[in-house]
């Protein structure tokens, strides 16, 4: 059983940068598929970034591309999410998943995971 606990989240004004890290217990192992998601008040869940832990390979929604950058720290069974040039826009609960699955296939489908964190706050102020 994986448990997952966020921390790093804040309050930044635009422009701005945070770190998010996932700390994560029990097994992972290479065929996991770890992701961030994100959910501001009245507004539907979104997948921000996936990581796939055997082969590194990641994947990322087109509004955070070229920003948010997702790793991982195997040895710490850490993973995390760095944000620069923040918007409001990114205000939201950010929130770290993790599946047990060959691939991070349909990884923005929050459906699919079956651990998850207890979030932490990201708020953009313009």
């Known amino acids: 059983q994986v448990q997952l606990v966020e921390s790093g989240g804040g309050s930044v004004q635009a422009g701005g940068s945070l770190r998010l890290t996932c700390a994560a217990s029990?097994?992972?192992?290479?065929?996991?598929?770890m992701a961030w998601f994100r959910q501001a008040p009245g507004k539907e869940r979104e997948g921000v970034a996936s990581?796939?832990?055997?082969?590194?390979?990641?994947y990322y929604a087109d509004s955070v591309k070229g920003r948010f950058t997702i790793s991982q720290d195997n040895a710490k069974n850490t993973l995390y999410l760095q944000m620069n040039s923040l918007k409001p826009e990114d205000t939201a609960m950010y929130y770290c998943?993790?599946?047990?699955?060959?691939?991070?296939?349909?990884?923005?489908?929050?459906?699919?995971?079956?651990?998850w964190g207890q979030g932490t706050q990201v708020t953009v102020s313009s």
């Open positions: 998943a993790a599946r047990r699955t060959p691939s991070c296939a349909l990884w923005s489908m929050g459906r699919t995971y079956h651990a």
């Open positions: 029990g097994y992972t192992g290479s065929t996991t598929c």
């Open positions: 990581i796939y832990i055997g082969s590194g390979s990641t």
